[in-house]
């Protein structure tokens, strides 16, 4: 089984090809959030490299967020429209999920944060247990702090991964101490091969997603019209 997998839901671009339990082929752009412009080139490039055509892929899998509104929308139309093209099978995978799945097997939680603005993150946290990834924080939005108190009573060591880590690390470290844990760099970021590995997953398992965007919250532009509305009740 090919599958082909992406992640825009961040600055970073990145596609995989997986067949099987190898993966085949990697793009990562990890440079400015031009995805509009590079994901089809990417796409192209990196099937090309592969010695593969679109119609060869079985699967197409795709991250529906948390993260950036635009970045999700263009992701998801892009996977959706070449499925529907060629009769293909779409599966959806959340963000937070694939980038804890990063961190496969690790001991203690695995806990990906996205900036969810001002002092807020997307978040959830993970156990692997018996080579299966446990949700123990179910997804949410949560302020650092809120956050911070919660892992506090698991009293595990920590792992965070995810574009908000940099945003947060000083007060993550001061306030969980020996909790706190940082895995090397490469791991930090989404994968495409992670989001491929997890679609896997949920096809041997009959599990599917709704293709929609997992947005957790209500973009700046809702926010801001709302407001204006009711201004001019």
């Given amino acids: 089984m090919k ?12 596609v995989s090809v997986l067949d099987d339990d190898k993966i085949i082929g990697d793009y990562n ?4 959030k031009t995805h509009s412009k590079r994901l089809m080139p990417m796409i192209e490039e990196l099937l090309s490299s592969c010695d593969l ?4 892929i079985d699967v197409f899998a795709v991250s529906l967020g948390p993260g950036s509104f635009t970045g999700l929308r263009i992701g998801i139309a892009t996977v959706t429209s070449m499925a529907q093209a060629l009769d293909k099978k779409v599966v959806g995978v959340p963000t937070l999920e694939a980038l804890a799945f990063n961190l496969f097997n690790s001991q203690g939680l695995v806990c990906p944060i996205i900036d969810a603005q001002k002092d807020s993150v997307y978040t959830a946290a993970y156990k692997w247990v018996d080579g299966k990834m446990i949700e123990v924080i179910e997804k949410q939005v949560f302020t650092i702090y809120e956050l911070i108190e919660k892992l506090k009573k698991q009293e595990e060591k920590v792992f965070f991964i995810g574009d908000a880590l940099h945003k947060f ?5 001061d306030e969980l101490g020996e909790q706190f844990r940082v895995p090397p760099r490469r791991f930090l970021i989404p994968s495409a091969a992670a989001v491929g590995e997890v679609a ?34």
Avoid: F, G, R, W
């Fill in 53 to 56: 055509t679109p119609k060869e």
């Fill in 3 to 14: 599958i082909l997998a992406l992640d825009t839901s961040s600055v970073t671009a990145t």
């Fill in 169 to 173: 690390y000083d007060v993550l470290k």
């Fill in 29 to 32: 752009l990890n440079h400015k």
């Fill in 200 to 233: 896997k997953i949920k096809i041997e398992n009959n599990i599917d997603l709704d293709i929609a965007p997992i947005y957790m919250k209500k973009s700046a532009a809702e926010v801001q019209y709302e407001e204006k509305m009711k201004c001019k009740e």
